[in-house]
């Protein structure tokens, strides 16, 4: 398991729970968990399951995104979204927009072109 994954959501578990004035107990309370078994989330030494992760977010008011440090440039808010393209240049960028709005058929079609022209510059 990620180490420093599970250190950086205790700390932001932790961080949420304080600014809610809650102890660990209570929180552990209303997620339905072992209070020895949150306080080792928090203290990174446990990753919590995908459900607790869930009701662990609902109860402190925080994104289970924020938990797992993940930045909303990162990930597409739904699956009707595009992905982020922040890594692409701008170039790039501005092709994959005008490539969403293509059909399939003119999709394959570039596919088989840029196919023969990445050929013709192999050495």
Do not use: C
Not at 18 to 45: C, F, H, N, S, W
Not at 86 to 97: C, D, K
């Amino acid at each position: 398991m990620d180490e420093e994954l599970q250190r950086s959501l205790g700390e932001v578990a932790r961080a949420a729970r304080e600014r809610l004035g809650l102890t660990q107990a209570q929180v552990a309370q209303k997620v339905g968990l072992v209070p020895g078994v949150y306080g080792r989330i928090e203290r990174g030494d446990m990753m919590p399951s995908v459900p607790s992760l869930r009701r662990i977010s609902l109860v402190l008011g925080i994104s289970s995104d924020a938990l797992l440090g993940v930045s909303p440039a990162q990930v597409a808010a739904t699956v009707d979204e595009a992905p982020p393209e922040g890594n692409l240049s701008q170039e790039l960028r501005r092709i994959v927009h005008q490539l969403r709005t293509w059909s399939p058929k003119r999709l394959k079609v570039l596919s088989k072109v840029l196919t023969v022209l990445a050929s013709s510059f192999e050495d």
